[in-house]
């Protein structure tokens, strides 16, 4: 036997060897079926200890039993003059499979524990607990009176019409010459070395031809290069072995590069065929830049600056005429008008730039997923992505809403090993919980059905709910059969769902009922007064008989939402490395899943401890338990945050998003945004709800300079940049507008240990040192972090200047099994007083202390030099609900322009950026803070008008052609440049001017009280509390779906927009009235009051349509307030300023 040791960085050990009359090589890894990673320079080779750490109290003697099975891949060699077949070779099997790594189940366990408690594992019975289908009954040997397993995965059969048959058999029938005939076809077997060819060649193109003469050969110059694993400093024009393996290439008399239709023919010049060019994988980019055409983009820039001028000299020309008559309706509207202009330029100027983006997904495939040198199997060599789901109150959250998005992520396509599903919990709530465990029991029929026939969307509400022919494009005859099947069986999860409430209640009553009658029954054996009242808990029972650990109804000490022990409960346990094929259709399987991947992902359910004392730090504090827990358990490389009623669209949206983080420059990106898209809108979108100015026009412009800004949801982070470190390369921007640029490189590559100093050595402890400090005491969490940072590499084919990359085929080995110790470490990061005295929150994570904590997560990373990506996908990555109602879309852009408030006055102004970011990357974020301030000059604009028409006066003196004339400049500019938005964004006219309607009418309501807010809360330190966004369900068969649309709920932000409405329509009359009575009338102003009126009116309708409701019905207090305050604020103003001639004949007196 020969062996030749492999590089440092190979994968695998390669051997060699002979005997028995065939010849073969093996590819063996050498790492064990139960490590993280194949490399033995990776820091993922060995895991660190699973023993509890910190403040967790569990305790556990028991270690990680890893297999010592290795995997064993069988390759054949092509012939060759020196190697020369052996007609025993055929009785070879092309393919070796070893025994499979058991895997650990702890799904029926559910993990309790936190402050000042003992870490226990409650063993419950679920109904989730069902073992998977192993062997399938289509995979067993088809020959007569055998019975075992067939080849099978992904591996090819030896003849092509895959007629299964096991390795036995398959011997008995080729016979001694091996030329024996296949029993399902009755074709004779080919050559076993053309078993593997993708194209099967004739006899003729396997022979060897005769050598060409030298001078063909000079005038050519096509000479194979030949390279040596064993000379790493060879120049990489071409690798001779890794060609012959791939393409199965001819051998000549010592040349590889071969004429292969004779001697003077042939596709190359003079008869060869050009050598392949293996670089060409990795040449090939994953993604690439559309600009926005120039036809477009030029005009646009240049409209930009015509405006810009046109501005300035408007406002020079504003400033040099006062209105002599008026001089403080002159300052009020000269003063609105310059903030306006600086408002317009802020939003403006970040649009210079807009880009497409496109991905390749055949490429993606290509390059992970295909067989190779380092992994022969074609194993997916993808990252893992954890994905989290937040939600925190199921009666503002239904939970079947979060079921339809959960199910949405099982059947997504990516490999299922790689992907980890958590929801938190941050209410604690065990109606969730036991919907989440329906979930999971529904998921083994959903998501085989997905994978076979290709369901989209892989939400069964939206699926089963789509009034298009579901027929279109599907050709399996069983389609219709089991579409039915499927949509009965969801009809009844809906109801086991709905009937979970009072399922839970009526159960906990009766069980409570059973205690209260032990506890007088015991008593009465004590002896005691049988007239006092017995203090029993009114506790939350589980299905099984044990109290609930999360929150009670009844709201008991260590049982309410504010205060109650951390939750851990493994739905669902990570699946096997291999697929797993399921069985025919019958009584218990009421699909057919022979072919079809039956397994599901790991589906983890969590609920962060809560004790009273603690700040929570709401939505951001449950997203970085998730992210400790999951680092824990899984430790994907990659996170991907989606709200509880986003749900994804396209099952293809999470490797449209690795595209971007996998691709050469994809180890800068700390994430990769989507774009939000809703459903439930009404047709017209009153209020803006799509928001697509903003997701299609400002963020496509943003993805030109450092990236999107972070808005919450549907976004995959890498996740070494939430925890804060830096990318491996940054840009310094300096001097005037950033046009300065020096280049720096973060991340030093490894140099050779002899050159090391001494200091090196000293800061490396130091680090290390530092780690438990900012990240917490858990062993686990700290280990995993160099893991998380390897698996997010690129390819080292890709690798450039300061990035270390790893090699191809690392990750394609199986996940590390869940075990008992792992979920009680998990336990204990999710504990309250974990993050005290760590960086959790203020450099690690989740940001906190702002109301939008997703703003200033993505500003953090954009400082430190990272930048992002928005991923816009042809068919919408992921679909959510938004609030149609007047009410709640008021209060919800209340919340917003609150964060923004916070953001202004905070450490995070972009004034005090770092120069990593880009000055009009800086520019919009300081524009995130400066908006909501626009709301005191755009109410005093909106109110001008009316005293103009109540006043005689106007904001000149005279309506003269040079105003008019900037006036029409400014408005067609305007125009134009909305025009062209249209055309290089994607959006309508229609939801141009939606935005515009409610920019005024979030401007005039939520955003003066987001300032007031804000200002108390920075000066008086007054907190900031709102409720939880409510989350419609979907209507029933014959409800109105958008009957929440007229439905008027009376709030305080509607008084100012209600006010400057009544006062714009009575100033009309009073004004019209005026002119039409006045002996000198002065129609230009009456003109130029009723227009600017007009205006506001207009932009206000959508406002006022949605207080009249559905009949028109209006809440007395609404007109109460405002005609009170119309009445008031009309006589001070007759009062100051009466009408001219009134003095004479009026007497009228304030008492």
């Keep these: 036997m020969a062996s030749s040791s492999p590089s440092s960085t190979s994968p695998v050990t390669i051997t060699v060897s002979s005997g028995g009359g065939f010849r073969n090589m093996t590819l063996t890894s050498p790492v064990r079926r139960s490590s993280l990673s194949n490399n033995p320079n990776s820091p993922t080779s060995t895991r660190a200890n699973r023993g509890s750490s910190g403040g967790g109290q569990y305790c556990s003697t028991s270690k990680d039993k890893t297999t010592t099975d290795q995997v064993r891949y069988t390759v054949h060699l092509p012939p060759t003059p020196d190697h020369q077949p052996m007609s025993s070779s055929q009785t070879s099997i092309p393919y070796d499979l070893t025994g499979m790594t058991d895997r650990s189940y702890i799904s029926g366990t559910i993990f309790t524990g936190g402050f000042n408690s003992v870490t226990r594992g409650h063993v419950i019975e679920c109904s989730t607990d069902r073992s998977e289908t192993g062997k399938s009954v289509n995979m067993i040997c088809k020959m007569k009176g055998c019975d075992c397993e067939a080849l099978r995965g992904d591996l090819k059969m030896p003849c ?390 999360g929150m009670w109804s009844s709201a008991e000490t260590d049982h309410s939402r504010g205060d109650h022990a951390g939750i851990i409960q493994a739905m669902l346990a990570p699946p096997n490395s291999e697929p797993v094929m399921g069985t025919e259709a019958d009584d218990e399987n009421i699909i057919d899943t022979t072919e079809v991947d039956i397994r599901l992902p790991m589906l983890v359910y969590v609920s962060r401890e809560k004790r009273p004392g603690y700040d929570h730090n709401k939505k951001a504090g449950a997203m970085n338990a998730l992210v400790r827990t999951s680092a824990v358990m899984s430790n994907g490389p990659f996170i991907l945050n989606l709200d509880c009623d986003h749900y994804i669209y396209n099952s293809l949206a999470l490797r449209e998003g690795m595209c971007f983080m996998l691709d050469r420059g994809g180890d800068r990106i700390c994430y990769v945004q989507f774009p939000q898209r809703f459903e439930g809108i009404d047709p017209n979108d009153r209020y803006a709800n799509h928001n697509t100015v903003f997701f299609d026009v400002s963020m496509r412009a943003l993805d030109g300079l450092q990236g999107p800004m972070y808005v919450g949801t549907g976004c995959i982070f890498r996740r070494i940049a939430l925890y804060g470190f830096s990318p491996p390369r940054a840009t310094e921007h300096r001097g005037w507008f950033g046009r300065s640029k020096i280049k720096l490189l973060l991340r030093k590559p490894k140099t050779d240990k002899k050159n090391v100093d001494d200091h090196s050595d000293d800061d490396g402890d130091i680090e290390s040192l530092l780690l438990p400090k900012r990240f917490g005491n858990s062993v686990s969490l700290v280990a995993s972090i160099p893991v998380a940072e390897y698996q997010g590499r690129l390819l080292q084919e890709l690798k450039g200047k300061g990035n270390q990359g790893r090699p191809a085929g690392s990750l394609a080995v199986p996940r590390e099994p869940l075990d008992a110790a792992t979920v009680a470490e998990a336990i204990t990061v999710i504990s309250c007083f974990y993050e005290d005295r760590t960086e959790w929150g203020q450099r690690v994570g989740w940001i906190y202390g702002s109301v939008t904590e997703d703003v200033v997560t993505g500003y953090r990373m954009h400082n430190r030099g990272w930048r992002s990506i928005y991923c816009v996908t042809k068919r919408d990555a992921f679909r959510g609900t938004a609030p149609i109602n007047l009410t709640d879309r008021l209060h919800q852009v209340l919340r917003w322009a609150t964060g923004s408030v916070e953001i202004f006055f905070s450490q995070n102004n972009a004034l005090f950026a770092s120069r990593r970011m880009k000055f009009l990357q800086r520019v919009a974020y300081f524009n995130v803070g400066m908006y909501p301030f626009t709301s005191g000059f755009l109410i005093v604009y909106c109110i001008l008008p009316a005293i103009s028409l109540f006043t005689g006066k106007f904001i000149v003196q005279s309506l003269s052609v040079t105003f008019l004339v900037f006036l029409l400049v400014i408005t067609i500019t305007l125009c134009l440049l909305a025009i062209l938005e249209i055309r290089w964004s994607g959006i309508t006219l229609h939801d141009w001017w939606r935005n515009e309607q409610f920019w005024v009418i979030g401007g005039t309501s939520a955003h003066p009280a987001a300032v007031v807010q804000g200002l108390l809360k920075v000066i008086a330190g007054v907190d900031i509390s709102f409720t939880l966004t409510s989350k419609s369900a979907t209507p029933e068969d014959g409800d109105d779906e958008f009957a929440d649309l007229y439905v008027v709920k009376w ?27 006045s002996p000198y009338p002065e129609w230009s102003k009456l003109i130029g009051g009723v227009f600017f009126s007009f205006w506001v009116l207009c932009h206000l309708y959508p406002f006022a349509k949605g207080l009249l409701g559905r009949r028109g019905k209006v809440p007395t207090i609404v007109f109460v307030w405002s005609g009170l305050l119309s009445i008031v604020v009309s006589l001070l103003w007759v009062y100051i300023s009466p009408p001219l001639g009134t003095r004479e004949y009026s007497n009228f007196q304030f008492p």
Aim: charged share 25%; with cysteine; glycine share 6%.
């Design 160 to 549: 092509e019409c895959g007629f299964k048959i096991c390795r036995d058999c398959y011997v008995d029938c080729l016979g001694e010459v091996g030329e024996g005939k296949c029993p399902g076809c009755k074709e004779p077997y080919k050559d076993v070395g053309d078993v593997d060819d993708d194209e099967p060649g004739s006899e003729a193109e396997d022979q060897a031809y005769p050598l060409p003469s030298m001078a063909e050969l000079r005038s050519d110059q096509r000479f194979s290069l030949v390279k040596s694993f064993k000379s790493p400093n060879q120049p990489q024009d071409f690798d001779h072995t890794r060609w012959l393996f791939e393409t199965k290439g001819t051998y000549g008399y010592g040349n590889a590069v071969w004429p292969r239709d004779g001697y003077t023919g042939g596709s190359g010049a003079n008869g060869f065929e050009q050598p392949p060019d293996f670089g060409e994988r990795s040449r090939r980019p994953l993604t690439r830049k559309v600009a926005v055409s120039a036809a477009i983009l030029s005009p646009y820039r240049l409209l930009m600056v015509i405006r810009l001028v046109a501005l300035g000299f408007f406002l020079t020309w504003r400033v040099k005429h006062p209105n002599r008559d008026a001089m403080w309706l002159w300052g009020m509207s000269i003063t609105c008008e310059l903030w306006f202009a600086l408002s317009w330029l802020l939003d403006q100027l970040p649009k210079l730039c807009p880009i497409n983006r496109v991905t390749d997904l055949a490429v993606l495939k290509e390059r992970f997923e295909s067989p190779n040198l380092r992994n022969p199997k074609g194993r997916s060599d993808l990252p893992g992505i954890d994905i989290f789901v937040s939600t925190a109150d199921p009666e503002k959250e239904p939970p079947l809403v979060t079921a339809n998005t959960i199910l949405s992520i099982l059947a997504v396509e990516y490999p299922v090993e790689k992907i980890a599903c958590y929801l938190s919990d941050d209410g604690g709530s065990l109606l969730t919980f036991e919907a989440l465990a329906e979930t999971a029991s529904f998921a083994r029929i959903w998501v085989p059905f997905c994978r076979k026939h290709g369901i989209e969307p892989r939400n069964p509400e939206a699926y089963f709910g789509q009034k298009r022919d579901f027929l279109k494009n599907k050709v399996q005859l069983d389609f219709v059969r089991e579409r039915r099947r499927v949509k009965r069986d969801y009809d009844e999860f809906k109801v086991r769902i709905n009937s979970l409430p009072e399922s839970i209640r009526r159960r906990s009553d009766a069980y409570n009922a059973h205690e209260e009658l032990r506890a007088k029954k015991k008593q009465m054996e004590l002896g005691g007064n049988l007239s006092e009242p017995l203090k029993v808990p009114k506790a939350t029972w589980m299905s099984d008989g044990a109290h609930w650990p």
């Design 1051 to 1077: 709030s305080f932000l509607m008084v100012p927009p209600i006010t400057i409405m009544m006062l714009n329509m009575i100033a009309i009359a009073v004004g019209a009235a005026r002119t039409m009575y």
